[in-house]
């Protein structure tokens, strides 16, 4: 038994929930039986993947769904072997480069020269290339994503690349331009309630669309966490009622109780445990990207439009610099601080005007 | 003999600095150190002479009898006949033996004791004079006056010591007809010590026995006018006899038991008063004076009580300076008692028993400010002295015209003394001597000429070795005597940059290495080791424990000397092989060592013969020999590419080796010696102790003239860490330039090469912060504390900087961390410049950012303890969750459709709970639930141990806790039975090896087959489907295909495994 998130998700391009004019486009777009690299982005929790499968499907039948894991091996050139675990079909090979961190140069290099350079054999009945679907095309490195762009010129005879990423700021021009990209918002508030709605019918549920609502608000309008709330909260009572608690993740909650620790005292010492808090998240394996999110939403509550301005500003810079630099504490850290110096001096000013 | 006296002055006063303080009284050394050395001799001498009886009697006369008194015993014209020729001829052979044994002996430098053996080769052809002399030296001791009467004795004296003896002699009588007080003020510049002196000698006197040391003492007063450097070193006969005396002292104040009562009664006391005594009264109140330099040496001092304004740790400071040198407990050795207010009682007593000087603070400043002024008016005084003296000579003694001449000389020693500092004491006596000697010799060819150059001499000091060539060219007969002495005394003036020091003084015998005199030392143990070797690898002994102390290596073929740079590792094997007569191979880190070289070459090499005694002269079986020593010097450069294998090979040739191998390197605990080392006997060299170093390293400053204070010195050493070849090289580097011989500016150097301490992360990053230590530092030396380890320092300061206190007003100090924190942040861009650019040359750009520039916003101090950096502890735990969330992402990936964040975000969670919750809820009943939400993503029974982990929070209860273990192992047990085709390999087994066969898998694969109801799940059956096809269709996945069987094999079996 899957939970709800993977039992009850489409397979096909016209059963899909929300942005069904682009999924109308998509189909249009395979029926002419060739289409160009496709570089498909959106926030996490939008669909993209469940997009991209209703188009194999549409592509190639119901064979890509026959799918296998296989692990492949690479050889560096600094002799290193490398090994990748790869999802695949007949027509299909998936893989998510970053997994091997800085070598996923040479993962790209290979795999895509081994898939490309064959050609089907039956070609009747069938495409003539291959599909190619990298996952999390924004965090290559600088390397890889340059190897990339000759190979999806040399090879595009035999194979279609299909890039995923969060967002195509960090991805290089030059691949932006050789592909189609699609960009797959996240899903409004009512449309996650709709489809919530939709799945507690199919498990014979009823949810209100009051609450509907209020899990695809705390959802942050992510599908995929809407409806693991959604059955989490299944879990915890049912049937529902209108008030109920929604069990939020907990690392948000663990963000806000580091944020309230920052709000209540303005110290080295606090900074120190704090610090800690950071950490924790860090381990947990938390984007740090979302921390400073995370935490600047939570800090600017108390503060007034000036401010705001300001220590958004700079969770900005020490966001960039992050991205820039190698240990993500420390730049958390020094936004802290920051927001610290800050906030303590705004307080003590307006102290000072009360007295 | 009269040349030992001369040589014994260089090596022995260099030698032995330390054990000049042995014993008591400091007297001026050379004479005590000629005391030394002539007794066996001079007792030879006196033996053979005719009136050994004769003298003995004198002796006790003048043993019992006060100076003055044994003057008038002394005058026997009888004597000057006892020097005729014949009876010295006998003696001039022993002497000569004599002197090389105590030489050799004694004195380790071969230089030296060739330029001795020259002198002796010398001395052969004018044995008469010498003899006569020997004779003459040992009467004239006694019999002083009658010696100076007779003008033979005197004109036969050539060598240089000769000279110096008659000198002495001539001193000897001055003073004696001199009264004290003249004497006194003759030495004004020593004058105390030389009173004391004298009294000392003269009580001596009255204790010895002994003619012969009656007779050192003589010389040693002669000596004390010669004002020779060297420092204390008593005879021993004397020292026992005072020992006696002090014996006897304390024998007589044995004690009753009511007074040793009271006595521990007002100890006690005094130990109370003791320590509750204050400090200085005017502290600061006096300035230390300026005194010249050394002008305290030869004191000892001890301070007891408080003094008026200065603290104890000035004094000593200043003492140091000057070259004196300060005792802890009062013994014969101390010279003065330097007494403050509340001074020990003990002390004072027992200082009054020695009879030695007590003074107060100002007497001690008086006497480093007197120095000063002393030290400009001897010469002139000296001058006038001698004058004086000379009258008294030309009255008393005028049939000798030499007294004259020799008294002049010693108006030139004094002369010289002062004005020229640069050649140490002891060498201008030296000269001197010789210059003396010369004039002696030209005395008796040429009157006339000699006292225009002894004029020559007094004005023209440094031309003195001209003159003395002059000298021999006028005096025909000795010209070979003077060109030896020559040479002599020219080789330690002038310094020769000809050859490096470090060559030039090369150890050249054992002996001479330093710090490895030791029974336990290791050139011992090595000498031995390579004796046995050969009988060693006969006996076939067993491994020792290596935690086995003092073996002896038999075992071993090869031997690994292990030690920091210059301690002497290669001197020592090159001469243990000398010595042992090996024929040494050696290759050292300039010769490429790969593993074909060595096994060709070397292993060739070692079973040859060696022809090198053939080419030596040697014929005969001595000729071939078939003793070699390999010699791999610097095995721990046997690394790169260059060397490939070599140490691998070495090992080999050393299991296999007919011959004693010997290995060295710096540090055997390295990598790369971890294989050698349990081949090798393991000799570890340490560095030597400063004072070992300083005392050979004192000899040859000065040997070259160089002149060091032995503080100086020993600081030198210190920061050389203790490295011989550095000190070397940097005492040269000084006697080259004699700007940088200056003494003050060598203390200032040795402090700052001082200040290269290595600091550990620790004590860096506390200084980071110190404002206290940043007053005191550029900005150089505070970006340096970044670089003690710069991969951990912006570690250790982003850890700390929230513990230190700055020191600024409290609104501040979070501005200030944050401009901190912004720095460290920037400090980080940086790093990761650095590190994937490999842009090192930004290092001192971090050092600004990520040390200096957050040292600087927070200076203050660390107020906690130093926190080792936490972030090295959190990554490794963040990449393990990251790699377990990869695990778990990689095995419901056909299932779920995020990235790996999403299962960290948001699935762990839920995935963890819908597996748990029915164990909590339906306890067993919900085992198949769970089961079947771990089948359908494919997870292990490992992996919700992952996920617990993943989505506990600190602060958070691990739901597993409330599952009733019952279930848990219940829950286990079925999951085991249940055997799920996985669609990937299970990690923990290795490829290839559960290669089952085609039917078993497919056994299996029905099997699975009605379990699996999700049609996606099934991952085997499809492929297995798809197999037809795949082997039909494409070529191209079948590698992926036969991959995938035996993938799923595994998986199989590892499952059956676990069912067993």
């Known amino acids: ?355 | 003999m009269s040349r030992d006296i001369r040589s014994f002055f260089l090596p022995k006063k260099s030698q032995k600095p330390k054990d000049e303080d042995d014993d008591i009284i400091p007297e001026s050394p050379d004479v005590q150190i000629k005391n030394k050395k002539k007794e066996p001799r001079k007792k030879r001498v006196i033996h053979d002479s005719d009136d050994e009886t004769n003298t003995k009697k004198t002796s006790l006369v003048s043993n019992k009898s006060p100076r003055n008194k044994s003057k008038p015993d002394l005058k026997e014209v009888k004597v000057v006949d006892l020097f005729g020729n014949a009876p010295i001829k006998r003696t001039e052979p022993l002497v000569k033996k004599s002197k090389k044994q105590t030489e050799t002996g004694i004195h380790s430098d071969d230089e030296f004791e060739k330029s001795l053996l020259e002198i002796d080769s010398v001395a052969v052809g004018d044995k008469p004079e010498i003899k006569q002399f020997d004779g003459g030296n040992s009467e004239s001791n006694h019999k002083d006056t009658t010696t100076l009467k007779t003008p033979k004795n005197k004109q036969k004296a050539k060598s240089p010591a000769k000279a110096v003896v008659t000198s002495a002699k001539q001193n000897y009588a001055n003073k004696k007809e001199e009264s004290k007080l003249n004497s006194k003020r003759k030495f004004s510049e020593f004058a105390e010590i030389e009173v004391h002196n004298e009294e000392d000698n003269i009580k001596r006197k009255k204790m010895d026995v002994s003619v012969c040391d009656n007779k050192t003492k003589v010389k040693q007063l002669s000596e004390d006018n010669d004002d020779a450097d060297v420092s204390t070193f008593e005879d021993e006969s004397s020292s026992k006899h005072k020992k006696k005396k002090v014996n006897t002292s304390l024998n007589e104040s044995v004690l009753t038991d009511e007074e040793r009562h009271e006595r521990k009664m007002h100890s006690a006391a005094l130990y109370q008063k003791y320590l509750h005594r204050s400090g200085p009264k005017h502290l600061g109140a006096k300035e230390m004076p300026e005194g010249s330099p050394d002008c305290l040496k030869n004191c000892a001092f001890l301070l007891t009580g408080v003094l008026d304004s200065f603290e104890r740790e000035e004094i000593v400071e200043a003492i140091n300076k000057y070259s004196g040198c300060v005792k802890n407990a009062i013994s014969k050795k101390v010279t003065h008692v330097l007494a403050g207010e509340d001074a020990g009682p003990a002390k004072m007593s027992k200082a009054l028993e020695l009879g030695i000087k007590i003074i107060s603070e100002d007497d001690f400043l008086q006497m480093i400010a007197d120095s000063k002024n002393s030290k400009n008016k001897t010469s002139a005084k000296n001058d006038t002295n001698d004058d004086t003296n000379n009258k008294n000579h030309s009255n008393k003694s005028k049939k000798s015209p030499k007294d004259k001449s020799v008294d002049k000389s010693i108006i030139d020693i004094k002369k010289e003394k002062s004005p020229k500092e640069k050649h140490t004491n002891v060498t201008t006596v030296k000269e001197e001597k010789s210059s003396e000697n010369v004039k002696v010799n030209a005395k008796n060819s040429n009157k006339s000429i000699n006292s225009g150059e002894i004029k020559k001499d007094m004005k023209i000091d440094k031309k003195s070795i001209k003159t003395e060539k002059q000298d021999s060219e006028s005096s025909n007969k000795n010209t070979t005597v003077i060109s030896d002495v020559k040479r002599e005394d020219q080789k330690p003036i002038h310094i020769v940059p000809a050859s490096m020091w470090v060559e030039k003084y090369k150890p050249q015998n054992v002996k001479q290495i330093i710090g490895q005199h030791g029974d336990a030392s290791n050139v011992k143990k090595l000498t031995n080791w390579l004796t046995k070797w050969y009988v060693n690898r006969k006996a076939k002994l067993p491994k020792p424990s290596p935690w086995a102390k003092n073996y002896d290596g038999g075992y071993y073929k090869a031997a690994l000397l292990s030690g920091p740079p210059g301690v002497g590792k290669t001197t020592t094997v090159s001469l243990v092989c000398k010595e042992l007569g090996f024929d040494m191979v050696e290759y050292n880190a300039s010769d490429t060592r790969n593993k074909t070289l060595i096994k060709e070459q070397i292993g060739e090499m070692l079973t040859t013969k060696s022809l090198s005694a053939y080419a030596k002269g040697d014929v005969g079986k001595q000729a071939v020999t078939k003793k070699h020593v390999l010699v791999m010097d610097e095995v721990d450069g046997m690394a790169g590419n260059e060397d490939r294998g070599g140490l691998q090979e070495l090992i080999n040739l050393i299991k296999m080796t007919s011959v004693p191998i010997i290995c060295m390197c710096n540090d055997r605990n390295s990598q790369k010696m971890r294989s050698l080392v349990n081949y090798c006997y393991d000799l570890r060299f340490n560095r030597p102790r400063v004072d070992q170093i300083k005392s050979a390293m004192m000899s040859i400053c000065f040997k070259e003239g160089l002149k060091v204070a032995p503080d100086v010195l020993s600081q030198l050493i210190v920061a050389a860490n203790q490295d011989v070849r550095q000190t070397l090289n940097l005492l040269s580097m000084w006697a080259v330039d004699p700007d940088l011989a200056d003494t003050d500016r060598l203390r200032k150097d040795t402090k700052t090469v001082k200040k290269d301490i290595k600091l550990g992360p620790w004590e860096a990053v506390r200084k980071v912060f110190s404002a206290e230590d940043h007053k005191s530092m550029s900005i150089h030396d505070k970006s340096d504390l970044f670089f003690y380890d710069y991969s951990l320092a912006p570690l250790f300061v982003q850890e700390n900087y929230l513990q230190v206190a700055p020191h600024c007003p409290k609104h501040e100090v979070l501005q200030r961390i944050s401009k901190a924190a912004d720095s460290i942040s920037l400090g980080d861009l940086v790093d990761k410049r650095i590190r994937s650019a490999q842009a090192w040359s930004l290092l001192p750009t971090q050092a600004m950012y990520s040390s200096v520039i957050p040292g600087h916003e927070l200076a203050g101090h660390v107020a906690g303890q130093i926190q080792f950096p936490g972030w090295l502890g959190k990554n490794s735990r963040a990449g393990k969750l990251h790699r377990l969330c990869q695990e778990i992402h990689a095995h419901t990936r056909l299932s779920t459709s995020g990235s790996k964040s999403s299962i960290f975000l948001d699935y762990c969670t839920h995935l963890r709970d819908a597996i748990v919750n029915p164990l909590i809820k339906d306890k067993s009943d919900g085992i198949a639930k769970s089961l079947e939400v771990l089948e359908s993503y494919h997870l292990l029974r490992e992996d919700l141990d992952s996920l617990v982990e993943l989505s506990v929070w600190p602060g958070q209860r691990n739901p597993t806790i409330l599952i009733d273990s019952k279930v848990k192992a219940a829950m286990t047990r079925t999951y085991n039975k249940t055997s799920s085709a996985l669609p990937y390999a299970p990690g923990t087994i290795k490829r290839g090896s559960a290669r089952d066969d085609q039917e078993a898998m497919d056994d299996e694969e029905l099997s699975d087959q009605p379990e699996d109801s999700d049609p996606e799940n099934d991952a085997l059956i499809k492929k297995k489907k798809t197999k037809e096809t795949e082997k039909s269709s494409s070529s191209k996945e079948k590698p992926g295909a036969s991959k995938e069987k035996p993938s799923s094999s595994k998986g199989k079996a590892s499952n059956k495994a676990k069912k067993k």
Not at chain 1, 250 to 262: C, G, N, P, R, Y
Not at chain 1, 315 to 340: C, D, V
């Open chain 1, 1 to 355: 038994m899957s939970l709800w998130v993977d039992k009850h998700r489409p397979r096909d391009l016209a059963k899909l929930d929300f942005h069904k004019d682009q999924a109308v486009r998509l189909k249009s777009l395979v029926q002419q039986s060739d289409f160009p690299h496709l570089l498909v982005y959106g926030p996490s929790g939008a669909g993209k993947k469940t997009r991209i499968m209703c188009l194999l499907r549409e592509l190639y039948g119901s064979g890509v769904e026959r799918l296998r894991q296989e692990t492949m091996h690479f050889t560096t050139p600094s002799n290193k072997k490398i090994e990748i675990m790869t999802v695949s079909s007949n027509y299909h090979i998936e893989v998510n480069p970053t997994d091997v961190g800085i070598h996923d140069r040479v993962v790209i290099m290979d795999l895509v020269k081994t898939v490309a350079q064959t050609h089907q054999i039956d070609s009747s009945g069938q495409r003539e290339f291959k599909v190619v679907i990298l996952n999390e095309v924004d965090d290559l490195t600088k390397d890889a994503q340059h190897a990339l762009r000759r190979t999806m010129e040399k090879y595009v005879a035999t194979c279609r690349l299909i890039l995923i990423a969060n967002s195509i700021s960090r991805v290089i021009p030059a691949i932006k331009s050789r592909c189609l990209t699609i960009r797959v918002p996240a899903p409004t508030e009512n449309e996650i309630a709709s489809v919530l709605q939709l799945v507690c019918k199919k498990e014979s549920l009823n949810l209100s669309s009051e609450l509907a609502l209020r899990i695809a608000k705390c959802a942050d309008r992510n599908l995929r966490r809407a409806l693991l709330m959604c059955e989490a909260c299944k879990v915890q009572q049912y049937p529902f009622t209108q008030d109920q608690k929604i069990p939020e993740p907990d690392w948000q909650l663990f963000i806000k109780e580091t944020a309230s620790m920052v709000l209540s005292e303005q110290s080295p010492k606090k900074l120190g445990e704090v610090r800690q808090k950071l950490y924790e998240l860090i381990i947990h394996g938390i984007p740090p990207d979302m921390i400073f999110a995370g935490l600047l939403k939570e800090l600017v509550h108390n503060c007034d439009m000036a401010m705001k301005c300001q220590v958004a500003s700079y969770a900005a810079k020490y966001e960039h610099r992050m991205r820039l630099g190698n240990k993500p504490i420390f730049h958390l850290e020094a936004f802290i601080a920051k927001f610290m110096a800050i906030y303590k001096k705004f307080i003590e000013e307006s102290m000072g005007d009360a007295f």
